[in-house]
């Protein structure tokens, strides 16, 4: 269940349809009685509180009742009272009823919901009911726990464990299925609507039903794992997000993607995600429920509620509740852990959580990564996952040196690029640098790659290409190249492109901010035989950028004089720099630079900087072949934007290098486009650049410009 706030019945309404089943669990999953013998809980299992509900009425002193009309958060249709009709105690078994309200009511129905908070919160233990369900088209018996003080913040911040729920037990589905599921669930991350969750759900064997008789229902909470039993057999297994760290000690990954919390820190106030133990780390209490209709159980089985169902009332039968301790250890809950085979194996009880994957942090500048292009990225090897071949560069004809990959036989691989620490062959100089394409999103951002199949698998197959993040965390999943923009298939002895954009991979399941892995292979077990050639290996995008001057004028941005009546020219300079361009100063006032302006010989198109104001900059190389014959002249730099609407001039000791013109040495003179709009300058619609000593001060200056460009460096 969820907590009594109208928000999450927002959240709740999202996700139910497409969980099917509700809270973080597939009611798909079965059960294998034969599998193992269930374990009763081990010795060390003390008890510390019981209802056992033997009493003639409910112990106020254990439960307090909630009395709203709030619909449990999740637009349910009942309202909670503390009528003897709602919930009493009956030959030692607590009956909580939902009933049909009386006409005009405010809901529908009536229902009680109970909890221990105050009066018995628990860290750690192992949380039993034994009960019997109520069934019917709308039904929604919980067994859960909140925590007592929030300590992380508003839900689900603070964290939530369903420990059972069920929903619309013993309908008939149109195929003859039973709805006989139970669900465990946690609840945890971010603040409400992006919040997370995560379970799984435990089908009973055909021909039982949690509605027909008692079962056990149970949790062991123990430091950094929780496991959700029925009748003592374990069938799910969550745990908390364990990291890998890089060489730096930087977080590059998840060992296991768990659960999480993200709260403000106390001493900074900043908002800080945590993979540890929190939010279950702290006092939670018990709550027990009926509730009626929702958004789960009403979108699912045989939708709405079944007024027939309970008309009579459906009552969720409890014959006790019992908290134990580990005595081994109960500061951590730790050493009476009630286990089976399979119970950290995520094929079978292990559930994966929603953890998001921690990365280094970003530098905030967009880049793009060529992994091969003629050679390897140092930080990039080729890699064959688990064929024991060893990729190798040779020269192809057309293109060049290229990566050559062999697949020996069907026994499973997958082979590609990687720059993952746990692939790395001993003596490796390079290090983990997983790869933030997240800034390249918005540019055209893409993977893309030159293959050719030299020889084909000796089956029937797919090409499939796979990208991995976070050391092993989110991926793609198999995406065919047939999905590329091409959209071809592999042709025989024919290079071929193939292009992902990084948008489709995102929505694959990829993190485009932890790129670690690039593979392009047959499907698994069906690529015997194969030999391909894989070269122009990037992930990129069209970083906005024009280019002013770099080894020839840019015809688009010419270079230009003023007023000064001449023509600068291109000429050779060292061996380092080439072709630079030219500006002489005579008598006549001047300013000099590049100019897009039609008036000026330019294209006419100014230059839109908006999507990189953040890091984008106008940079270039100056040198100085003769100063002004005045000698207090000031070299200046000057942008202007839309035709002169707004302008920036400062002097080039204002550049981020801060040093002044030296004659014959060339020198860089970075201006953040950040600090030139805080000047007031239009980054929209940039068109004119100019580089010159201060106005009527420049006559004689001589003085050459090279790698002049607007962009990100």
């Known amino acids: 269940m969820n907590m009594t706030t109208t928000k999450v019945s927002r959240l709740v309404a999202a996700i139910s349809m497409t969980m099917l089943f509700g809270c973080g669990g597939s009611a798909e999953t079965k059960s294998d009685f034969t599998k193992v013998d269930p374990q009763k809980p081990v010795s ?38 503390d009528s003897e009709q709602n919930a009493f105690i009956k030959d030692g078994v607590l009956n909580i009823v939902a009933l049909p309200a009386d006409e005009g009511a405010e809901k529908p129905y009536t229902s009680a919901r109970l909890n221990t908070r105050y009066n018995a919160d628990f860290t750690y233990g192992r949380f039993e009911m034994r009960a019997k369900l ?69 089908t009973f064997a055909e021909g039982m039903n949690p509605a027909d008789d008692f079962h056990t229902y149970a949790i062991e909470w123990q430091e950094g794992e929780i496991r959700w039993y029925v009748d003592d057999y374990l069938y799910a297994t969550q745990r908390r997000s364990e990291v890998r760290y890089n060489s730096k000690d930087e977080a590059v990954g998840l060992k296991h993607k768990g659960w ?54 459906q009552s969720f039968e409890i014959d006790y509740v019992r908290v134990y301790q580990c005595a081994a250890n109960t500061d951590t809950g730790k050493g009476c852990e009630t286990v089976r085979p399979g119970y950290d194996n995520l094929e079978d009880a292990l559930v994966e959580g929603k953890a998001p994957v921690p990365t280094p942090p970003s530098d905030g500048v967009a880049k793009n990564l ?22 190798e560069t040779i020269t192809d004809a057309d293109k060049g040196d290229v990566v050559k990959f062999n697949i020996n036989d069907n026994n499973g691989t997958v082979l590609g690029f990687s720059t993952r620490g746990g692939h790395f062959p001993d003596g490796f100089a390079g290090s983990s640098s997983p790869f933030d394409a997240s800034l390249l999103l918005d540019l055209n951002g893409r993977v893309s790659f030159d293959m050719k199949v030299v020889t084909p698998p000796t089956s029937s197959t797919t090409w499939l290409l796979k990208a991995e993040a976070g050391d092993g965390g989110p991926n793609t999943g198999d995406v065919p190249l047939s999905e590329s923009n091409e959209g071809v298939t592999p042709v025989t002895g024919q290079w071929q492109t193939y292009t992902f954009p990084l948008s489709l991979l995102q929505e694959r399941g990829l993190d485009i901010s932890a790129i670690d892995v690039l593979m392009v292979f047959p499907t698994w077990q069906t690529g015997g035989g194969a030999e391909y050639l894989i070269t122009n290996v990037t992930i990129e995008g069209d970083l906005p950028k024009v280019d002013l001057f770099s080894d020839e004028q840019n015809l688009d941005w010419p270079m230009w004089d003023c007023c000064g009546g001449s023509k600068p020219v291109e000429v050779m300079d060292d061996e380092e720099h080439g072709l630079t361009a030219e500006f002489t100063i005579g008598a006549t006032a001047t300013v000099m630079g590049f100019n897009s302006r039609t008036a000026a010989g330019g294209s006419g198109e100014a230059f839109d900087a908006t999507s990189i104001l953040e890091n984008g900059v106008i940079a270039f190389e100056l040198k100085v072949i003769s100063k002004p014959n005045n000698l207090d002249s000031v070299w200046n730099f000057k942008v202007e934007s839309d035709n002169g609407s707004s302008a920036v001039e400062i002097p080039l000791t204002d550049s981020v290098e801060s040093v002044e013109p030296t004659i014959g040495e060339w020198q860089t003179y970075t201006f953040t486009l950040a600090d030139l709009a805080g000047a007031g300058l239009d980054v929209s619609a940039l068109d004119v650049v100019m580089i010159y000593p201060t106005w009527d001060t420049g006559e004689g200056a001589v003085y050459r410009v090279d790698n002049a460009f607007i962009g990100i460096p």
């Open 134 to 202: 109520p069934s019917g088209q709308g039904s929604w018996p919980a067994f859960w726990m909140m925590p007592t003080n929030e300590v992380y913040g508003t839900w689900p911040r603070s964290g939530e464990i369903d420990i059972l729920e069920a929903v619309n037990l013993k309908t008939v589905a149109e195929d003859g299925t039973v709805e006989a599921n139970i669900h465990g669930t946690l609840h945890y991350g971010r603040e409400w609507p992006n919040n997370s969750n995560s379970g799984k759900a435990y």
């Open 44 to 81: 060390d299992w003390q008890m510390v509180w019981s209802d056992e509900f033997d009493g003639a009425s409910i112990d106020s002193n254990k439960w307090n009742f909630e009395l709203n009309c709030a619909g449990g958060g999740n637009n349910e249709k009942q309202c909670y009272t």
């Open 370 to 391: 060529d992994i091969f292009n003629g050679s390897l990225d140092a930080n990039w090897i080729a890699w064959d996952c688990c064929g024991g071949t060893t990729p």
């Open 260 to 313: 999480f919390a993200e709260y403000f820190e106390q001493g900074n106030g900043e908002l800080t995600t945590h993979w540890d133990n929190a939010p279950f780390d702290k006092d939670f209490y018990l709550i027990l429920n009926n509730a009626v209709g929702g958004d789960w159980p009403e979108n699912v089985n045989n939708l709405g509620v079944d007024a027939a169902a309970f008309a009579e009332g």
